[in-house]
């Protein structure tokens, strides 16, 4: 694409300059993604307390709430078990109520079948902006790989995001092993917006007969702007019956990949490759847990934080330069 089209010259291209309009609503939403308050809420002390069970076992302590709150602060603050449960013990007790702290390991084995709520559109169509990328897994350190060599193959999994391109918000998140491919996750990752799709945008990985097949079966009449292969051909009925491909195509032929891009709004899809590096730089570029439920919830959680995040402020850009 871009970088592509202008490798020769890249060098000579100079780096556009951009101007925040709203900073102090901006900074100030940038503070406050540190506030106790914003992230320990009045809502989650009310529901602190689990409900009593009605058939056999035992009473549960702590309600969903409970645990996912937890967790969150545990995301945000990027601790370890046990550090969260000092900070919700230290919380309590500067509040001065009088409630439970769950340990570290309640806060393991919950996470494991934690049900955390998906993010909402809102039932309004949305124009779903895709992308992928690894998060490693836990291991070795760094310096021990250099000083001993590492005992085990670095392992990760793939991580794939869904944004909205009028909201910026993350409307879907899915976690698999990484020899999945992009191009497989669509389906999971449709399934997980509740609102209807008006366009589909993703990189060349997504092209393929399956995402569109995929797309088409969930959100009829959606457009799917992916850029086709450089030594893609027109299919069998380009002239009488054209598909969403074919059209690309022809539009390339006509404008060049560059005047596609501007006509097909495919430059929209900036947004979702910035969320990649906003989750590494936020969250971090690994997953702390060990198992597949908990690396789901804590996955789920952090897109939460993230949207969460934006809510609290979103810079607003004009171009200067």
Same mark, same amino acid.
């Given at each position: ?12 291209i100079?780096?556009q300059r ?16 540190g ?8 809502e989650?002390i009310?529901?602190w ?5 009605v ?28 550090q969260?449960?000092?900070l ?6 500067l509040l ?10 309640? #806060?393991?084995?919950? *996470? $494991? ?9 809102g =039932?309004?169509?949305?124009?779903l %902006? +895709? ?10 350190g760094e310096w021990?790989e ?13 991580l ?6 009028d ?9 698999s092993?990484?020899?999945a491919?992009?191009?497989s ?8 917006v509740?609102s ?15 995402v569109y ?6 959100h009829?009449?959606?457009d ?21 491909r074919?059209?690309? #195509?022809?539009?390339? *032929? $006509? ?7 501007r006509?097909? =709004?495919?430059?929209?899809r900036? %947004? +979702? ?7 590494k730089?936020v969250?971090g570029?690994g997953l ?8 789901a919830?804590?996955?789920?959680i952090a ?12 810079p607003?850009y004009i171009?200067?330069a």
């Amino acid at each position: 694409m871009p970088f592509k089209s202008n490798t020769a010259r890249r060098h000579h291209i100079p780096a556009q300059r951009q101007k925040v309009t709203n900073w102090a609503e901006y900074d100030a939403g940038l503070r406050a993604r540190g506030s106790l308050t914003v992230w320990f809420t009045a809502e989650a002390i009310a529901g602190w307390r689990a409900e009593a069970r009605v058939g056999r076992g035992g009473q549960p302590k702590y309600s969903a709430l409970a645990i996912a709150t937890a967790l969150t602060l545990r995301a945000v603050f990027r601790l370890a078990l046990r550090q969260t449960e000092g900070l919700i013990g230290s919380i309590l007790q500067l509040l001065g109520l009088d409630l439970a702290v769950p340990d570290h390991t309640t #806060l393991s084995r919950r *996470a $494991e079948t934690l049900e955390v709520p998906r993010p909402r559109c809102g =039932g309004e169509p949305v124009h779903l %902006l +895709v992308d992928g990328t690894g998060l490693r897994l836990c291991g070795p350190g760094e310096w021990l790989e250099e000083k001993h060599g590492s005992k085990r193959r670095r392992a990760w999994k793939m991580l794939h995001l869904a944004t909205d391109a009028d909201t910026g918000q993350i409307v879907a998140s899915v976690l698999s092993e990484r020899d999945a491919d992009d191009g497989s996750q669509v389906g999971p990752l449709l399934d997980r917006v509740d609102s209807p799709v008006v366009s589909f945008t993703g990189d060349g990985a997504y092209d393929r007969d399956d995402v569109y097949a995929e797309v088409e079966a969930r959100h009829p009449g959606a457009d799917v702007i992916v850029p086709p292969r450089t030594n893609a051909v027109p299919s069998d009925t380009a002239e009488t019956t054209p598909t969403q491909r074919d059209v690309h #195509l022809r539009c390339i *032929a $006509e404008r060049g990949r560059m005047g596609w891009q501007r006509a097909s =709004g495919y430059n929209s899809r900036a %947004l +979702v490759e910035a969320d990649v590096p906003r989750w590494k730089r936020v969250m971090g570029d690994g997953l702390r847990s060990q198992t597949d439920g908990r690396q789901a919830t804590e996955v789920a959680i952090a897109t939460n934080v993230l949207n969460r995040m934006l809510d609290l402020g979103r810079p607003e850009y004009i171009r200067i330069a």
